[in-house]
């Protein structure tokens, strides 16, 4: 067989299969030749493997599920095939070439000829063995670099969409409310304009590939109480409209995101997936989202067994539809035998059916599944020999240098500097200590999410498929004259204190200390951060908090290198470490990554998205805190942090002034415009990240003290200036009123420019006159930067 298979087509074109015709032509010709078991199979997914043989994928059996019987299924047809890639380990040729076969089946089995979309898992890069594993969402939003992270997604979506993948199921668009959550790793941060511009970024990225984005988990998934994976979400309608809603908004209005999944959990007693209001009445009818909503993997079963909000499978079936759950996903439950048969007793209007089918027929027509002389045979296996599989063994390549450059400079680009007395960049240091648990492991870099932590763990046989140098080879590389002990101390958490003593003489024979310490990402308890992995507080896991304090007792510079996937507090390391490199699972090349902002081969220029705590408790606490969330004599409880939101040092200086406002006032639906320069006033390159953040001292509802609006990452060479420009829009300073609509109120309102939110350098004072004006969904999201150089007027300069 070779790489040149079609299906076959009748010399008449079926209408439906016709690339000509109007999409939605075709979608209605096909859902009224289609019985009701024929609609009902494209609404489920089956999880498969891929086979590493090149054979056709073969059912996963997951404990929760039933077996499948595929003979038995794909006469009427097939919806998706979950993560063929992403089960078991397989080479992505034979992968390509598995799910090739299967697809041919899927089509020659039905007689509409349609084969199945076939989604993967995608947080931190394709999750399936051998692919490039990138730094984690976390580490996204620390860049504060948008166009990188839309780089990223695109040769991302270029690799799934290169062996067969039709849709990716990321970004995570979850702000994250209380930091003990085990999930906080996969989100982008803790605000909602971050999270959003860098989420829409990454959707823009995929989609530009083909591939269809999912924007999950929809919605408030990561405010369940006590940041307990979930648990029920007891927030009220403002928080959710201003905090939890805004990057779905801003992904599906600017990113074109074509798919959004259901959260597990249920807010004052809804569950998502049965939340009409939030899926059809807000996601469809107000923002006119025209894509698929897929259930995140048993969140339809979960209506019965988990929610009790239904009584049998036909119920949570048909609650889900209603609702506006298109897709049952991993694998068919309730969309199969019970739907048909409650359609047939007449509990769930066929009508229903039918607005989900649309809804898929047309995501699949579009990306080409219905076209008549449709090619099952992806581009990674064009021209290939497809009747020898082991020829095509390592042929295909999804770890390419490319790939890991990009890798590289996400990971150098999320590196944030916390602190630093001027021990750092090490210049020849002779003697280093390398100390701690995430010293000598290979996957500390890695996220829950990552094949090798996802998959991999079960199959400890199988080499992870990339190269992960560990800290310490980083650091022998990029120090090779020093002489590098390496000690232990102690386990990530297993509290075992015996080898403290050891960590101790190490660091009192070294000129400094690096101390490796953080998480290790794993699901549902097998690990200190991940997915069913939350945290009783945001003390470090096991010792490592003993064997920290045991090495500033040394006396030598300590240095924390936190590999990590959450904030922690880090005692008394924030007032007496010589420095604090700050990482949050920064993928396959995040060690090199760490070992050059050491060395200062690489200026740091990471920001926290995320405040790092000064106490292990205070928990749910963020920067978007009103006043009364702040520091006061009305608790015992200080919810400052150790290090807020957007901090972030360089091995440079920056000198920010001649602020001037051009338009102080606006009306209610004008805009503001204000000019101010920066300059590098330090001896090397560096790279500023500006910060525009909004505060509004007078509302009719409580507001936070301050909230991002906008941000710009400003490069600037030794000496050289920057005057940046900025237009404000007055939708930027809408909020929820008291009606419930999002307005815009008349008043003072003060925007600070800030190199993080607890570091203002400049402040410029504006006013909204007019009237009250009431935001549909259409409004602005952005500020508009504009940089120019500015001349010297030294000539020596």
Not at 139 to 151: C, E, K, N, Q, V
Not at 156 to 174: C, E
Not at 356 to 365: C, F, G, Y
Request: charged share 20%; hydrophobic share 40%; net charge negative.
């Amino acid at each position: 067989m070779t790489a040149n298979v079609a299906v076959e087509t009748t010399p008449e074109v079926p209408l439906w299969n016709d690339p000509t015709q109007d999409v939605g032509t075709r979608v209605s010709a096909l859902i009224d030749a289609m019985t009701l078991e024929e609609k009902t199979a494209q609404l489920y997914g089956v999880w498969v493997g891929a086979s590493d043989e090149g054979g056709e994928v073969a059912p996963h059996q997951h404990d929760m599920e039933e077996a499948v019987d595929l003979d038995a299924l794909l006469p009427a047809g097939l919806g998706q095939l979950t993560r063929p890639f992403g089960t078991a380990p397989v080479d992505p040729a034979l992968g390509a070439l598995s799910l090739l076969r299967t697809q041919t089946r899927i089509a020659a089995a039905n007689r509409f000829g349609i084969p199945a979309l076939a989604h993967e898992e995608c947080l931190a890069g394709f999750a399936t063995w051998g692919a490039t594993a990138y730094p984690v969402p976390l580490s996204w939003g620390a860049t504060f670099d948008p166009g990188l992270i839309h780089r990223m997604a695109a040769a991302i979506g270029r690799d799934l969409r290169s062996v067969g993948v039709h849709q990716g199921l990321a970004p995570v668009l979850d702000v994250v409310r209380d930091a003990r959550w085990g999930r906080v790793e996969e989100t982008i941060g803790e605000d909602p304009y971050l999270v959003g511009s860098i989420g829409t970024a990454y959707v823009r990225g995929l989609e530009s590939a083909g591939v269809v984005a999912t924007l999950k988990h929809f919605a408030g998934y990561s405010a369940s109480r006590a940041g307990r994976n979930l648990a029920p979400v007891g927030m009220g309608p403002r928080e959710r409209a201003d905090v939890v809603l805004p990057p779905f908004e801003m992904a599906v209005h600017e990113g074109g995101a074509d798919s959004v999944m259901h959260a597990y959990t249920d807010t004052d007693g809804v569950p998502s997936a049965a939340d009409e209001d939030l899926l059809t009445g807000l996601l469809r009818d107000t923002w006119a989202f025209a894509g698929t909503v897929v259930a995140d993997y048993f969140g339809i079963a979960f209506l019965r067994t988990l929610h009790g909000v239904a009584g049998d499978w036909a119920e949570a079936a048909g609650t889900a539809l209603r609702a506006g759950v298109d897709v049952e996903l991993p694998t068919v439950k309730t969309f199969g035998a019970p739907l048909a048969e409650a359609v047939a007793a007449g509990r769930v209007p066929e009508a229903l059916i039918d607005r989900a089918l649309r809804r898929v027929l047309t995501q699949k027509t579009r990306l080409g599944l219905l076209d008549a002389g449709w090619n099952p045979v992806p581009a990674a296996l064009a021209g290939a020999d497809l009747d020898d599989p082991d020829a095509l063994r390592g042929t295909v390549d999804l770890d390419t240098a490319g790939n890991r450059e990009l890798a590289r400079t996400v990971a150098e680009e999320a590196v944030v500097l916390l602190s630093n007395d001027g021990t750092l960049p090490l210049v020849r240091p002779r003697r280093i200590a390398l100390v701690g648990p995430n010293a000598t492991a290979p996957t500390a870099v890695l996220g829950c999410y990552s094949f090798p932590q996802h998959v991999g763990v079960h199959h400890p046989r199988t080499p992870p498929g990339i190269d992960l140098p560990t800290l310490e080879d980083a650091l022998r590389r990029e120090f090779p004259d020093a002489e590098v002990t390496v000690v232990r101390g102690t386990g990530v958490d297993d509290g075992d204190v015996s080898g403290i003593p050891d960590a101790v003489g190490a660091a009192r024979g070294a000129d400094v200390v690096v101390a490796a310490l953080g998480d290790r990402a794993g699901l549902f308890g097998r690990g200190t951060s991940g997915e069913g992995c939350d945290a009783e507080s945001l003390a470090l896991p096991g010792a490592q908090q003993a064997l920290l304090d045991a090495l500033l007792d040394t006396g030598t510079p300590v240095v924390p290198v936190l590999l990590a996937g959450r904030p922690y507090a880090l005692g008394r390391a924030a007032d007496e470490a010589a420095a604090i490199v700050q990482s949050f699972f920064p993928g396959e090349e995040g060690t090199t990554a760490l070992a050059g902002v050491l060395s200062g081969r690489t200026n740091p220029s990471g920001r926290l998205p995320v405040s790092v705590p000064r106490g292990t408790g205070g928990q749910p606490a963020t920067y978007l805190g009103a006043r009364l969330a702040q520091a006061g004599d009305v608790s015992s409880i200080d919810p400052t942090p150790a290090y807020a939101f957007g901090h972030g040092l360089s091995y440079t200086s920056f000198d920010w002034g001649d602020l001037t406002v051009d338009r102080p006032e606006a009306d209610t639906g004008g805009e503001f415009s204000l000019a101010f320069t920066v300059r590098n006033t330090g001896d090397r390159a560096g790279t500023e990240v500006v910060q525009l953040y909004l505060h509004d001292p007078v509302a009719s509802v409580v507001q936070p003290v301050q909230r991002l609006i906008g941000y710009a990452r400003v490069p600037l060479a030794p000496g050289e200036a920057r005057r940046l420009r900025i237009t404000v829009p007055a939708d930027l300073a809408s909020f929820t009123g008291r009606a419930g609509h999002r307005v815009v109120e008349p008043g003072e309102l003060r925007l600070r420019l800030a190199a993080s939110s607890a570091d203002v350098r400049l402040t410029a004072t504006v006013t909204l006159t007019g009237a009250e004006r009431r935001l549909d969904h259409n409004r602005r999201f952005h500020a508009r930067f504009e940089q120019e150089p500015v001349r010297s007027a030294d000539p020596a300069v």
